[in-house]
């Protein structure tokens, strides 16, 4: 009987597999298990690491979601009143928005009848509008939330400052119509809006909530139910929720005409600006723009609601019992040894489960974000594969030296690449825009003459190890040693998107691991210098070079050079990091200060300075840039108080040996409003 061959089968598995080989086999049973039944949405551990099919299965919820959203006519219920930025353009205000453009709009939308008023903007900074805005506040009938953040959860949107007064202009406006809301929304590891924000003691209500207050999703952290908008028989689509421009309800003769898209309906008034508040949601790929506003993330939750749909999440127990039936029936199936005419439609049966089910609950309006469907597939192979070799073989032992010694210079991703893919390692070159680092130890070549041989060597290793751990941990390249100098660049053999943003912590991380090892010096070594770094980015010539019996993976070009002189110039600008102006604007970073325009040593080319200075006050870095930008005009009265101004930013900077260094610079600057180092 098939019963009877299977169990038969599976006894002589057990009887001949040995002990090693049936200890593996189990294990990656339970791997299997795992990776079958484990919800993919929750971390591993406190430190919130990811399982390996995160991605994955993020990409198939998101193409479930976007699949079977369900698709609707323009919500009545809700409107939006947006700063856009045509607004920006009519106000000349970017950051703060325009308050008092604020203050008549809400006047007006308060006359109209408005069901309930939510602002997803920060008052975090003064306006000269203020007063009129607290007026009106004060004077509003329609219940209204202002927008609440608070530092702890909002770090990279907040700081200190900003929050105080945030907190003392909630006072100030506060009444039994005007309260605060939170607009904190929560993204997963690939920055996607999914979920609900879970509700953080201490703080206010979310906004959504908020605005209409519901008991059955207090506690909500579930998915958030996106919706398409309805084609219209021309094949046109409206918004799902509508939304008005901000000027329009400000102005007291459109009022009028507009009372009836207001009256009875939630408004939300915030932002609709390019690049600013954007978030990518699982329909990113079904619109025509790519990203959701924050506002609009809020308008759909608040429709959520308002409809009642609480989507269900799986339950636990029967996720694990799907992890049991798909783990037990790969098992089964290979265990079974069927031929093909019987494999065949098995494996179609099967692989129809597994496909099907994610589609139908999503279908049937159940919350599917944490279902494992990669999971079961990848648990299905394993535990097939586990079950019928009883032991994977292992990787060859020149495999892992390859991996091993690869790794040593390259991520290990690229790395893993280059092994899968040899003809990588032919000796050729191409053309590419890379993110080059130069790094230089500031006294070490004197040091390794005053001390011995081997101290010198103990030292030069842990300290290249200390960068080379940066370079790697940031995703780059080690390129090579110049004996103290660590070379390595982003963009190659694999690029990125956030090279630039890597390349530039790297280079800050560099000088900060260099600031520890002069720290922890063994007792009896002098004293040493700093590290010195310079980040450019341009084009260079990658690839393998050298011959047959040694090659060398690197790059050469002009970006190589620029790179180097960048770092040199930190002696003579006394700076301990330094960047071209192509590789400031594409890290994607706001902490640079400008370090104003030198030729360096052998080159004809001006090149603007940039230093990372995450500590220097975001007011004297505007002004500094400012200052300047002055040096390019030809007015000399100008100059000399752009010189003055400088002068008083040193007074509030007295230690700031980099400042000093760009007064004087700017004191003799050369021809063409350049300073030429060498």
Known sequence: ????????????????????????????????????????????????????????????YDWRAATFAPRVGQDPRILMVVYDDQTLIATRKRSPLDRGLLARALRNIDAMGAQSIGIDILFDQPQDEDAELLATLHGMKTPVWLGYANLGDNQEQII?????????????????????????????????????????????????LAMQPSPSFADYGGAIRFRLPLKQPDGSEEPVIPSLQIDTLADPAMAPALASMVHGRHVLIGGDIVDIDQFETPLSGRQARSTMIGLEVHATMLAQLLDGARLPPV?????????????????????????????????????????????????????????????WVLGWVLAFTAIGVAARAVTSQQRRFAQAALGKYLPRDIAAQILAEPEKLALHGEKRPIFTLFTDLEGFTKLSHAIAPEMVAQLLNRYLDMLSDVVLAHGGTIDKFVGDAVVAFWGAPIARPDDGQKAALAAYAMWQAGEAFRRD??????????TRVGLHHGEAIVGNFGGEGRIQYTALGDSMNTASRLEAANKALETSVLASREAMLLSGLDWWRPMGRVRLRGRSTPVDLFEPAPDFPVEDGAALAEILAVFDSEDAAARGQALKRLKGMINHHPDDAAIANLLYRYEYIGEGGTYGLG
């Open 1 to 60: 009987m098939p019963r009877r061959g299977l169990l038969r089968r599976g006894a002589r598995l057990v009887r001949d597999a040995g002990r090693w080989r049936l200890a593996a086999t189990g294990l990656l049973l339970l791997l299997a298990l795992f990776l079958a039944g484990w919800d993919w949405n929750r971390p591993l551990d406190r430190m919130t690491r990811e399982i390996p099919t995160a991605d994955a299965e993020r990409g198939l």
């Open 160 to 208: 200190f400052e900003q929050q105080q007064y945030l907190d003392r202009f909630i006072v100030q406006a506060r009444t039994d119509r005007v309260r605060p809301a939170s607009i904190r929304l929560e993204t997963d590891a690939d920055n996607v809006a999914r979920s609900w924000p879970m509700p953080t003691s201490g703080q206010p209500p979310l906004l959504t």
């Open 315 to 375: 339950p636990e127990a029967w996720r694990w019992l799907a992890a049991l039936l798909v783990v037990g029936a790969a098992g089964l199936t290979s265990l079974a040894e069927l031929r093909w005419f019987t494999l065949v439609p098995a494996l179609t049966v099967q692989a129809g489960a597994i496909a099907g089910l994610p589609l139908w609950l999503q279908a049937r309006g159940w919350d599917t974000k944490g279902l494992p469907a990669v999971g």
């Open 521 to 530: 010096l063994p007792p009896g070594v002098p004293p040493i210098g700093r």
